[in-house]
């Protein structure tokens, strides 16, 4: 997979399933500009994508504020010319049972993760129908599909993602755009190390493939949607799951 003379933007890059993806397209050969409101930890993956031989740029940015989006999107205008490749992967999570869920809580978790989405695919499509090349993934959850309690806002949000994908790869899909989604499982990252070891052994036996998945399973698969071998590919949620769920 080249992605040789590409440029990406992949927001909630500081760490984690974010920082994996980013030097994955690095990898690939992609430019990046990564996206982050954690700018310290974000300039430190610029300088690994920069040793790589690749050339990037780290944003302070917070997706949630349409503003701060389309600053980002000038800036990297700016200095790359062009933006071929999105992924929405910035996503927090509130949880609670829904009973107990503070109002604010639900709203700043769709905020983020939704409307995020939404403000990032709309400041870059533009460029994309102009130039008649674009892939945009976007990052969802396995939970989105199979549920959880006690995740309500965070599963509302991420099922609203995969909507969102497929309702954009139809409108863009003309203009050799593809729009898809990836629906990870359990994941080690440091959201989840701090996971009681009953939980972890718990999550384990929901998984056939017997161990939780790395945020490299993840990347690879979003270097995948993002590359030439997948240019007939939209509308689609990839599952990087384990086998947990089974659509």
Same mark, same amino acid.
């Given at each position: 997979?080249?992605?040789?003379? $590409?440029?990406? =933007?992949?927001?909630?890059?500081? #760490?984690?399933? *974010? !920082?994996?993806?980013?030097? %994955?397209?690095?990898? @690939? ?92 695919? $709309?400041?870059? =499509?533009?460029?994309?129908?102009? #130039?008649?090349? *674009? !892939?945009?993934?976007?990052? %969802?959850?396995?939970? @989105? ?103």
């Amino acid at each position: 997979m080249n992605l040789a003379g $590409r440029v990406a =933007l992949v927001t909630g890059a500081a #760490q984690g399933i *974010g !920082r994996a993806i980013a030097l %994955a397209l690095a990898e @690939a050969g992609a430019d990046i500009a990564g996206g982050d409101v954690k700018l310290e930890q974000l300039q430190a993956v610029a300088k690994e994508i920069e040793a790589l031989g690749r050339k990037a740029l780290a944003l302070p940015l917070d997706v949630s504020s349409p503003d701060a989006v389309k600053a980002a999107v000038d800036k990297i205008l700016e200095v790359f010319g062009k933006i071929d490749i999105l992924v929405n992967n910035a996503g927090i999570t509130k949880d609670s049972l829904l009973m107990r869920m503070k109002p604010e809580d639900w709203d700043l978790v769709l905020r983020v993760n939704l409307n995020g989405a939404f403000h990032c695919t $709309r400041a870059v =499509l533009p460029g994309m129908v102009k #130039q008649r090349y *674009g !892939r945009i993934v976007n990052i %969802a959850s396995v939970v @989105a599909q199979a549920g959880n309690p006690g995740q309500a806002n965070y599963i509302a949000s991420k099922a609203g993602i995969i909507g969102l994908t497929k309702a954009v790869a139809a409108e863009v899909g003309s203009r050799n755009i593809t729009v898809n989604a990836i629906a990870p499982g359990f994941i080690a990252t440091a959201m989840t190390e701090n996971l009681p070891e009953a939980v972890r052994q718990r999550m384990l036996t929901l998984i056939p493939l017997g161990r939780m998945g790395t945020d490299r399973d993840i990347a690879c698969g979003v270097r995948f949607l993002a590359s030439e071998e997948a240019s007939y590919i939209t509308g689609h949620v990839l599952n990087i799951n384990g086998g947990m769920y089974m659509a």
